[in-house]
Protein backbone atom coordinates (compact mmCIF):
# COMPACT_ATOMS: atom_id res chain seq x y z
CA UNK A 1 0.00 0.00 0.00
CA UNK A 2 1.68 3.33 -1.40
CA UNK A 3 1.05 6.39 0.94
CA UNK A 4 2.39 8.05 -1.69
CA UNK A 5 0.02 11.92 -1.61
CA UNK A 6 0.29 14.25 -4.89
CA UNK A 7 1.83 17.30 -3.16
CA UNK A 8 4.91 14.38 -2.57
CA UNK A 9 6.25 14.87 -5.95
CA UNK A 10 5.91 18.81 -6.40
CA UNK A 11 9.20 20.10 -7.48
CA UNK A 12 10.15 23.28 -5.51
CA UNK A 13 12.79 25.68 -6.49
CA UNK A 14 12.59 27.81 -3.60
CA UNK A 15 11.86 28.70 -0.09
CA UNK A 16 8.45 27.68 0.99
CA UNK A 17 6.17 26.75 4.35
CA UNK A 18 3.70 24.81 4.97
CA UNK A 19 0.97 23.58 2.71
CA UNK A 20 -2.19 25.68 1.88
CA UNK A 21 -5.57 24.31 2.20
CA UNK A 22 -5.04 22.58 -1.17
CA UNK A 23 -1.96 21.02 -0.32
CA UNK A 24 0.23 22.98 -2.57
CA UNK A 25 3.21 24.98 -0.75
CA UNK A 26 3.08 28.28 -0.29
CA UNK A 27 5.65 31.25 -1.14
CA UNK A 28 7.47 32.60 2.06
CA UNK A 29 10.41 34.45 0.12
CA UNK A 30 10.48 37.91 -0.33
CA UNK A 31 12.04 37.28 -3.92
CA UNK A 32 10.62 37.92 -6.96
CA UNK A 33 8.57 34.83 -8.65
CA UNK A 34 9.76 33.73 -11.99
CA UNK A 35 6.66 34.76 -14.08
CA UNK A 36 4.53 37.50 -12.08
CA UNK A 37 0.91 36.78 -11.66
CA UNK A 38 -0.30 40.66 -10.53
CA UNK A 39 0.80 43.62 -9.95
CA UNK A 40 1.01 46.20 -7.10
CA UNK A 41 -1.34 49.13 -6.50
CA UNK A 42 0.47 52.67 -7.49
CA UNK A 43 1.48 54.52 -4.97
CA UNK A 44 -1.53 56.84 -4.00
CA UNK A 45 -3.94 54.18 -6.16
CA UNK A 46 -6.44 53.65 -2.76
CA UNK A 47 -9.65 54.77 -2.29
CA UNK A 48 -10.27 58.57 -2.60
CA UNK A 49 -13.74 58.06 -0.09
CA UNK A 50 -14.37 55.61 2.28
CA UNK A 51 -15.21 52.14 1.33
CA UNK A 52 -19.23 52.35 2.44
CA UNK A 53 -19.55 55.34 -0.03
CA UNK A 54 -20.83 54.45 -3.41
CA UNK A 55 -18.56 53.21 -6.10
CA UNK A 56 -18.51 57.01 -8.14
CA UNK A 57 -18.22 58.78 -4.51
CA UNK A 58 -14.90 56.61 -4.00
CA UNK A 59 -13.79 57.37 -7.30
CA UNK A 60 -14.54 61.03 -7.79
CA UNK A 61 -10.78 62.18 -8.94
CA UNK A 62 -10.90 60.57 -12.11
CA UNK A 63 -15.04 61.05 -12.60
CA UNK A 64 -14.28 64.85 -11.88
CA UNK A 65 -10.71 64.41 -14.73
CA UNK A 66 -13.12 62.85 -17.67
CA UNK A 67 -16.34 64.61 -17.26
CA UNK A 68 -13.88 68.00 -18.01
CA UNK A 69 -12.29 66.13 -20.84
CA UNK A 70 -15.66 65.03 -21.96
CA UNK A 71 -17.24 68.72 -21.89
CA UNK A 72 -14.53 69.97 -23.75
CA UNK A 73 -14.26 67.45 -26.51
CA UNK A 74 -18.00 68.31 -26.69
CA UNK A 75 -17.05 71.80 -27.00
CA UNK A 76 -14.55 71.18 -29.46
CA UNK A 77 -17.38 68.95 -31.63
CA UNK A 78 -19.79 71.89 -31.45
CA UNK A 79 -17.24 73.78 -33.22
CA UNK A 80 -16.08 75.82 -30.06
CA UNK A 81 -13.03 74.31 -30.53
CA UNK A 82 -10.63 76.86 -28.06
CA UNK A 83 -12.35 76.51 -25.48
CA UNK A 84 -13.01 72.66 -25.76
CA UNK A 85 -9.56 72.16 -25.67
CA UNK A 86 -8.38 74.49 -23.41
CA UNK A 87 -10.56 72.42 -21.18
CA UNK A 88 -9.14 69.16 -21.94
CA UNK A 89 -5.75 71.23 -21.08
CA UNK A 90 -7.25 72.21 -17.71
CA UNK A 91 -8.80 68.86 -16.88
CA UNK A 92 -5.43 66.85 -17.04
CA UNK A 93 -3.77 70.29 -15.04
CA UNK A 94 -6.34 69.44 -11.99
CA UNK A 95 -5.29 65.86 -12.81
CA UNK A 96 -1.69 66.44 -11.71
CA UNK A 97 -3.13 69.09 -8.74
CA UNK A 98 -5.35 66.59 -7.17
CA UNK A 99 -2.65 63.77 -7.37
CA UNK A 100 -0.08 66.23 -5.74
CA UNK A 101 -1.96 66.95 -3.35
CA UNK A 102 -4.67 64.19 -2.23
CA UNK A 103 -2.78 61.51 -0.67
CA UNK A 104 -5.85 58.83 -2.48
CA UNK A 105 -6.99 60.03 -5.66
CA UNK A 106 -8.06 56.06 -6.48
CA UNK A 107 -7.58 55.03 -10.08
CA UNK A 108 -6.92 58.63 -11.08
CA UNK A 109 -2.75 56.78 -9.98
CA UNK A 110 -1.84 55.05 -12.81
CA UNK A 111 1.95 55.23 -11.76
CA UNK A 112 4.23 56.51 -9.10
CA UNK A 113 2.85 60.05 -8.31
CA UNK A 114 6.28 61.46 -9.97
CA UNK A 115 5.64 60.24 -13.02
CA UNK A 116 1.69 61.00 -12.76
CA UNK A 117 1.90 64.53 -12.07
CA UNK A 118 4.87 64.74 -14.60
CA UNK A 119 2.93 63.38 -17.66
CA UNK A 120 -0.56 64.57 -16.61
CA UNK A 121 1.58 68.39 -16.16
CA UNK A 122 3.86 68.30 -19.68
CA UNK A 123 0.52 66.84 -21.61
CA UNK A 124 -1.96 69.33 -20.11
CA UNK A 125 0.47 72.42 -20.51
CA UNK A 126 1.12 71.40 -24.34
CA UNK A 127 -2.49 71.19 -24.65
CA UNK A 128 -3.33 74.80 -22.92
CA UNK A 129 -0.12 76.56 -25.00
CA UNK A 130 -1.26 74.62 -28.30
CA UNK A 131 -5.18 75.49 -27.62
CA UNK A 132 -4.05 79.48 -27.44
CA UNK A 133 -1.88 79.49 -30.19
CA UNK A 134 -4.36 77.90 -32.55
CA UNK A 135 -5.67 80.18 -35.43
CA UNK A 136 -6.90 82.42 -36.11
CA UNK A 137 -6.42 85.39 -34.24
CA UNK A 138 -4.35 83.05 -31.53
CA UNK A 139 -4.20 84.65 -28.05
CA UNK A 140 -0.70 83.66 -27.25
CA UNK A 141 2.29 84.64 -30.12
CA UNK A 142 5.63 83.59 -29.46
CA UNK A 143 7.64 85.20 -32.31
CA UNK A 144 10.64 82.51 -32.53
CA UNK A 145 8.02 79.77 -33.58
CA UNK A 146 6.85 82.02 -36.43
CA UNK A 147 10.61 82.90 -37.91
CA UNK A 148 11.35 78.86 -37.24
CA UNK A 149 8.25 78.09 -38.90
CA UNK A 150 8.97 80.23 -42.02
CA UNK A 151 12.66 78.77 -41.74
CA UNK A 152 11.88 75.52 -42.24
CA UNK A 153 8.82 75.83 -44.78
CA UNK A 154 11.03 78.20 -46.64
CA UNK A 155 14.31 75.96 -46.83
Known amino acids: MSTERPEDDIEVRDAVSAPDAEGIPRRVTRRFPLFTRDTARPEGGGRAASGAAPAPARQWPVLLVLALVGLGLLLTALDVFRIGTLLVGVALLGGAVLRWML ?3 GMLAVRSRFT ?3 TYGVLGSAIVLLAMMVQPKPWLEI ?12 S
Open 103 to 105: PDV
Open 143 to 154: PFLKDTLHFTVS
Open 116 to 118: DIL
